[in-house]
């Protein structure tokens, strides 16, 4: 069969080719059609040439056209697929430096905290458009899949106001899932239930996970009818890795009784307690990878990440066409759904949907994580009903700042705005309402070229901050690089660290630590 995807953001060198894989490792799916879309003419060329190899090394039908006209890129498609980041790496590297003066560390600011809000602002304006060119140049049922963060917010905005059915998609709950089949794959080694040399796929782990996108609870866990609920806090405790890697999550897990999707650094900013006294922020993360909690740590990888593919694309292009096979094939859910309403095999994943009674103490019409159900008749979300009320209390205070967010983005209402960042749990616990203004201003005017709902807010943000300046009632900023970041050690030191560090843990073969910066 034959259908058309088109990939909005396709410049983005991991998921642009990984997803494109997916999908061509499905035999009815090897005629399709990829129309792949970017404002960088320059990063499109490059994955595109590499899109192309991988095709033609495979010996498949499927076909790419590319263009940096979206509307040309929408048209007749079947399935569109956002991998957008608006603002790039410099509108990124605003939304953790500016907060840094007013003592909010982040390790990654895109989903919730200062960062997160504003990468939602730049990041729906755009999505909405994307969205009036789907109503208008894809086919009528086009179906939306997006893995942009914000999440949460994105999603609301395209189905609220977007006019366009969507679905968000994350694989946080499947890096979770891992993490616990190891527990207890630990576990059960220890207890002879399963041999040394074993390995317990997480598929053989049953789980429920629900909650909002990056604040997703794991309310179901059973292996041979053993339910590991009550158990998983020994369990992570006992991990030869996790204590040291995990320590916020382990630490939410031991107080509510319930663990949590996200990594250690993205759940530590989503909360009031971890990251708000500088002279503890250390105590919860760890710098053996950015993920474990690194100050920006997502923005150096991401920043290393682009410059590689600058230097080494004609390596990779020089390299042997990579297999398309199911057992290259990623975990992404994207290409399982399609697969399913194509096909009508079933797939079974955790989608990012609107909330339509499914969690019974959550709003309806904010955005849940949830298992889902596809086949040839749709995506079907089942009733999950209360979260513990631990889990629902701390979801509930996200969801309302991101519905204030939302709100603000589609108005351009900046006293909306300002009072999203007010309620954000993390912010909340550094900030003054006074440092909150000021902040939001100074990231306004910082970030006015991708805030064309703000344009005419503008002008005034930044007569504000002159009028502070000139009249002393300027809040006192910090000069800090972040209490959590990597400056000294070399990427030679780095690396024997994280070995000695694997091996004391008896893990020493987790993988490779990730390039960090000399």
């Known amino acids: 069969m034959s259908i058309k995807i088109?990939?909005?953001?396709?410049?983005?060198?991991?998921?642009?080719?990984?997803?494109?894989?997916?999908?061509?490792?499905?035999?009815?799916?090897?005629?399709?059609?990829?129309?792949?879309?970017?404002?960088?003419?320059?990063?499109?060329?490059?994955?595109?040439?590499?899109?192309?190899?991988?095709?033609?090394?495979?010996?498949?039908?499927?076909?790419?056209?590319?263009?940096?006209?979206?509307?040309?890129?929408?048209?007749?498609?079947?399935?569109?697929?956002?991998?957008?980041?608006?603002?790039?790496?410099?509108?990124?590297?605003?939304?953790?430096?500016?907060?840094?003066?007013?003592g909010v560390d982040q390790c990654v600011g895109?989903?919730?905290?200062?960062?997160?809000?504003?990468?939602?602002?730049?990041?729906?304006?755009?999505?909405?458009?994307?969205?009036?060119?789907?109503?208008?140049?894809?086919?009528?049922?086009?179906?939306f899949l997006n893995y942009s963060n914000p999440m949460a917010m994105n999603t609301w905005a395209c189905n609220k106001y977007g006019g366009v059915k969507t679905v968000?998609?994350?694989?946080?709950?499947?890096?979770?899932?891992?993490?616990?089949?190891?527990?207890?794959?630990?576990?059960a080694k220890g207890e002879g239930l399963l041999g040394e040399d074993e390995k317990l796929p997480r598929q053989d782990v049953d789980v429920v996970f629900a909650g909002i996108n990056h604040q997703t609870w794991c309310i179901k866990a059973q292996w041979r009818g053993i339910d590991f609920i009550p158990r998983l806090l020994e369990l992570f405790q006992a991990h030869p890795e996790y204590p040291t890697t995990e320590k916020v999550r382990i630490d939410v897990l031991k107080r509510f009784g319930y663990y949590s999707t996200e990594s250690n650094g993205h759940l530590s900013e989503y909360l009031p307690w971890y990251r708000k006294r500088v002279d503890e922020i250390n105590d919860w993360i760890d710098l053996t990878n950015w993920i474990n909690g690194e100050t920006g740590g997502y923005l150096r990888v991401c920043t290393e990440g682009r410059n590689w593919f600058e230097t080494d694309f004609p390596n990779w292009l020089s390299e042997?066409?990579?297999?398309?096979?199911?057992?290259?094939?990623?975990?992404?859910?994207?290409?399982?759904?399609?697969?399913?309403?194509?096909?009508?095999?079933?797939?079974?994943?955790?989608?990012?949907?609107?909330?339509?009674?499914?969690?019974?103490?959550?709003?309806?019409?904010?955005?849940?994580?949830?298992?889902?159900?596809?086949?040839?008749?749709?995506?079907?979300?089942?009733?999950?009903?209360?979260?513990?009320?631990?889990?629902?209390?701390?979801?509930?205070?996200?969801?309302?700042?991101?519905?204030?967010?939302?709100?603000?983005?589609?108005?351009?209402?900046?006293?909306?705005?300002?009072?999203?960042?007010?309620?954000?749990?993390l912010v909340g616990a550094v900030c003054n309402p006074e440092e909150v203004w000021q902040m939001v201003d100074e990231m306004l005017v910082a970030q006015a070229q991708w805030l064309p709902q703000y344009a005419s807010e503008i002008p005034a943000a930044r007569r504000r901050l002159m009028d502070a300046e000139a009249n002393g009632t300027r809040v006192r900023l910090r000069q800090t690089q972040g209490a959590a970041r990597l400056h000294t050690k070399t990427v030679d030191e780095m690396s024997r660290d994280a070995e000695e560090s694997r091996a004391n843990a008896g893990a020493a073969d987790k993988g490779k630590m990730t390039k960090v910066a000399a």
Not at 16 to 33: G, I, K
Not at 113 to 135: F, N, P
Not at 171 to 184: K, S
Request: proline share 4%; net charge negative.
């Open 168 to 187: 968000g998609l994350c694989h946080g709950v499947q890096g979770a899932h891992w993490q616990i089949a190891q527990c207890i794959e630990h576990w």
């Open 110 to 143: 895109d989903t919730l905290c200062i960062g997160g809000i504003m990468y939602g602002q730049r990041t729906m304006a755009a999505m909405l458009d994307i969205c009036k060119d789907i109503r208008e140049m894809a086919k009528p049922d086009a179906l």
């Open 320 to 425: 042997e066409a990579p297999k398309f096979t199911p057992e290259t094939r990623s975990e992404e859910h994207g290409s399982y759904i399609i697969e399913s309403l194509e096909t009508g095999r079933i797939y079974r994943g955790h989608f990012n949907v609107i909330n339509q009674g499914h969690i019974t103490n959550l709003p309806d019409g904010c955005v849940i994580e949830v298992p889902g159900y596809v086949d040839r008749s749709g995506i079907n979300i089942p009733v999950v009903g209360d979260l513990p009320l631990a889990c629902a209390a701390t979801c509930s205070a996200s969801v309302r700042v991101q519905e204030m967010s939302v709100e603000a983005a589609v108005r351009g209402d900046v006293t909306l705005l300002k009072q999203a960042v007010l309620h954000d749990p």
């Open 6 to 102: 088109a990939m909005i953001g396709a410049g983005s060198i991991g998921f642009t080719r990984r997803l494109m894989r997916d999908v061509l490792s499905v035999p009815e799916l090897q005629e399709t059609q990829f129309s792949l879309m970017d404002i960088s003419e320059q990063n499109l060329d490059m994955v595109v040439r590499l899109c192309r190899r991988d095709i033609e090394g495979n010996g498949l039908p499927a076909t790419i056209t590319s263009t940096t006209d979206r509307r040309e890129a929408l048209r007749d498609a079947d399935y569109v697929i956002c991998t957008i980041r608006q603002g790039g790496l410099e509108a990124f590297q605003t939304d953790i430096d500016i907060p840094l003066k007013y």
